[in-house]
């Protein structure tokens, strides 16, 4: 017993402290350089509510830039959301917002067509999308081309 207590704080005291310390952020998170609330926390609900509120007009950007080249329109799915930015644009308590997500629009069943940025300014009344930056343009699979628009 003694020699599994031995090996077993031989291998902790190996491993590094960022593999210790408890995190739900994904792994990735540093690289991506983006928020992501606790699981199951209210913080977590709000961030899902506004993403929800968000889709239609998320949604209607990926619709009207990929009718160029795609036959389908891809779709969002929440989950598929990162905010990048997110900030008040006329000072503490002003509600005019400005907000940058990245999105990987998917076709059938979920294969990614691209990535994307888009930039929304938001007051009580009016969503608007103020810049919408094409990232990257993922090939599709051979039984999925037909979806291209000849040019």
């Known amino acids: 017993m003694k020699k599994i207590l031995l090996v077993f704080s031989f291998v902790l005291f190996l491993l590094p ?5 408890h995190s739900n952020r ?3 998170e540093p690289a991506q350089n983006y928020y992501q ?5 209210k913080e977590e609900l709000m961030m899902d509510l506004f993403l929800s509120l968000l889709s239609p ?7 009207n830039y990929y009718s160029d080249s795609l036959l ?4 969002v799915y929440p989950y598929q959301i990162k905010i990048l930015n997110m900030e008040r644009t006329n000072g503490y308590r002003g509600y005019i917002f400005s907000v940058t997500i ?16 888009l930039t929304f300014t938001i007051t009580p009344s009016r969503i ?5 930056k094409h990232i990257e343009t993922y090939d599709l699979p051979p039984h999925w081309q037909y979806i291209i628009k000849k040019k």
């Open 17 to 21: 402290p960022s593999i210790l310390v």
């Open 37 to 41: 609330p606790e699981e199951k926390s």
């Open 128 to 132: 608007s999308l103020t810049d919408f």
């Open 26 to 28: 994904a792994i990735d």
């Open 72 to 75: 389908i329109s891809p779709m």
């Open 102 to 117: 990245e999105v990987t629009p998917v076709v059938g069943p979920h294969i990614p067509v691209g990535k994307d940025q």
């Open 57 to 63: 007009n998320i949604d209607k950007a990926i619709t």
